[in-house]
């Protein structure tokens, strides 16, 4: 069932209300090229041909999937010949535009800022990523918002209403729960919501029944698929949610996103890497056993695969959202890398120099070189790195979990070179 004007698109208010830009814009019969992105079954091809048709424009449409740069030749001779006849302008909607390679969108490009045709496209991806900037520039993105429950339960209800362009002329009702399944089955998707429907209304008028039930609807829904693009932004979406769940510690929403993941059908060894990188990153020496759990975990999916290594996946997500955190170690390896840039290849020090012949050490190579476990505690007064970074503290390990130990025990051996540097600089000015 397709809305007869702009006013019946459920769920983009924002865009469409009275004296928003769509409206204002179909009230003057100007149109201007757009781009529209949100999530299928939003209305984009909706108001696409709704615009079209209140601005009085040729509206043609190219699936990107299957049309390419011929497909769009021809279009454009329509449309100069649609100009050059009636003076009539061509709105051009491509479905998935995201899928055109930048070649293919160039080829669009001179037909756009020469005006003689208006562009449409429609993406559920973000269009910054997926379409050229020249294009971008030339276009105006309107993002479409997901449909609430309100809305699909309002377009559900239309549909069995309307006599003219829905199922009203069978006279069917939803009873119980049935509308309530048809909206939870559509999670936000308004063509899903209606094809939905439509088959539930078949299953009862098979059943010869008025009455549409909830088991129909169940039958005729099969699985709620969800939103979730492996190679798309959702997929950074929900993989950025399910990391900073267990970075803020709360393994019940980290949860929730690895299932939308693997019910959505993601590699489980892409969350299992995820996690290593994780454990290493957000936890690191606040509890050194969580990047063991992480590997374990990641040969275990490997091992068992699907669908019992979820059970393997759980565990290494709570256990890895509920340990305590640290960064230490990856903001001690940024500091590092600064210096390595910064400084380039700087000498290693004679005295740490590796020296197994007798040339090596006539040169000096391990000269003086004093071995900790000889000193009490395994710790002596021994310069380690070049002059140049002598004394930079890198690592600085939190007060949180195991890392508190390995701060105390930092603490010790930085003091002990501390003092030793101070003792080198006093024997130094004493022979001056």
Known sequence: MRPASLGEVAGQEHLLGPGKLLN?????????????WGPPGTGKTTIARLLARESGAVFRQLAAVAAGVADLREMVAQARQDLDAAGSRTVVFIDEIHRWNKAQQDAFLPHVESGL?????????????????????RAR??????LTEPHIETLLRRALAD????LGAQELRLAGDAMAGLVQYAGGDARSALNTLEVAAELARAAGAKDITVEQVREAAQKKALLYDRAGEEHYNIISAFIKSMRGSNPDAALY??????????????IARRMVIFASEDISNADPRALQVAIAVKDAVDFVGLPEGVIPLAQGVTYLASAPKSNASL?????????VREFGALPVPLH?????????????YGKDYRYPHEYEGALVAEEYAPDEIKGRTYYEPSDRGYELRIKEYLARARELRKSGRATARRDANAKK
């Open 24 to 36: 204002r814009l179909a009230a003057a019969r100007t149109l201007h090229s757009m781009i529209l």
């Open 117 to 137: 045709i208006t562009l449409i496209g429609a993406t559920t991806e973000n269009p910054s990523f997926e379409v050229i900037s020249p294009l971008l520039s």
């Open 141 to 146: 993105v309107l993002v479409l918002q997901p």
């Open 163 to 166: 006599r003219e362009r829905g």
């Open 257 to 270: 996103w690895m299932m939308r993941m693997i019910e959505a059908g993601e590699d489980p060894m892409f």
């Open 331 to 339: 903001l001690a390896m940024s500091k590092a890398r600064e210096d």
């Open 352 to 364: 740490l120099r590796n020296a197994p012949t007798p040339l090596m050490r006539g040169l000096g």
